[in-house]
């Protein structure tokens, strides 16, 4: 076997250091397309791979150190495996682009119909319909949809109402995106089973839908049987006048529809003072998050239910009894 010259090492380790000095920009990560293109051979790969300097990443890419690989390293080469024209989609594109606190299965990568899809452990390629290459967030980076995108098809996607709902407040709130964008991306969507849940959702976000909240729940209060409630009762306190959303007040019983301005730092203030003052007048207040209304309406209306009936209503089934008993006298 021929022995390798002085030369050949020398440009052998040059070629290794550029890879490894591109990779670097991509977390680690190189395709084996950009390794041959700047002249790094098959041979060559497989030796850094054997001698423990890289490790493969599926068939197409390789990543340049050995160690764990975290949700950057992962990104990266999904993308590089699905293709030249593959992007991060959903959950997984606004984790690229900083959401918080969301965990993702799967990293989710989307291509156009018709390209050719390699499986790989841990990575969901999909063809999808919706490709556009407009919709490719700009800038550097690992490859993925813009964050509206992003949040809206993650949502369609979403294993259930309540995380769909989840993924698409978290990302307005964390400031990756817009409701104006969102509800413009929306616009874009024709058919889809959660079409008109998420219609609901990004309205709630758009800070437009309060009125609407509290009609929801009026018609909520009639289809279960709870008595009517007054909305937009007029309070005044220490700390001047102000609304209440939806009150019993024969019950001493208020319920505060909160959008998500609610959460916001300059709302907070004046609503903790609104709280305290009617806690402070007696009455009793229940918080209703629009996002709840959504997801979760069984649970606050129960908690409804309880608290009027911890204030002496007595239930549909008993004002029945007492009207018929008036009757009959």
């Known amino acids: 076997m021929r022995r390798r010259t002085d030369l050949e090492t020398r440009v052998r380790a040059a070629r290794r250091r550029r890879a490894e000095r591109l990779a ?35 068939q197409q890419s390789v990543v340049v150190h050995t160690g ?61 319909r919706r490709w556009d290459d407009d919709d490719r967030a700009p800038g550097s980076g690992v490859p993925r949809s813009r964050p509206e995108v992003a949040a809206v098809r993650g949502a369609l996607w979403a294993r259930s109402d309540r995380q769909a709902a989840l993924l698409v407040t978290m990302a307005v709130q964390q400031g990756l995106c817009t409701a104006e964008a969102l509800a413009l991306e929306m616009l874009r969507i024709k058919r889809d089973r959660r079409r008109r849940f998420l219609h609901a959702v990004v309205l709630d976000l758009l800070g437009g839908a309060r009125s609407l909240g509290e009609i929801d729940v009026a018609l909520e209060c009639r289809r279960r049987g709870l008595p009517e409630p007054s909305r937009q009762v007029v309070r005044r306190g220490p700390n001047g006048t102000y ?70 209503w007595q239930g549909p089934d008993v004002m029945r009894s007492a009207g018929q008993d008036r009757r009959t006298v």
Do not use: C, M
């Not at 920009?25 to 084996?32: E, M, Y």
């Not at 208020?254 to 402070?280: C, F, K, P, Y």
């Open 24 to 58: 670097a920009q991509q977390s680690g990560v190189i395709s084996r397309v950009q390794l041959y293109a700047i002249g790094v051979t098959r041979h060559e790969v497989r030796a850094n791979i054997v001698a423990r300097r890289w490790q493969r990443f599926g």
């Open 68 to 128: 764990p690989l975290g949700d950057d390293e992962r990104a990266w080469g999904a993308v590089f495996e699905a293709g030249p024209r593959a992007f991060l989609d959903g959950a997984s594109a606004l984790k690229a682009s900083g959401l918080e606190k969301f965990e993702v299965d799967k990293v989710r990568v989307s291509v156009p119909r018709g390209a050719r899809i390699r499986r790989v452990r841990g990575i969901d390629v999909r063809q999808t």
């Open 243 to 312: 609304y209440l959303d939806v009150a019993w007040e024969e019950w001493g019983v208020v319920l505060e529809i909160d959008g998500i301005h609610h959460s916001w730092a300059q709302n907070v203030v004046q609503d903790a003072l609104r709280h305290n003052d009617v806690t402070l007048q007696r009455d009793l207040v229940l918080r209703l998050p629009l996002l709840g209304l959504r997801v979760a309406a069984d649970d606050f209306f129960d908690q409804v239910e309880r608290a009027l009936r911890s204030r002496g």
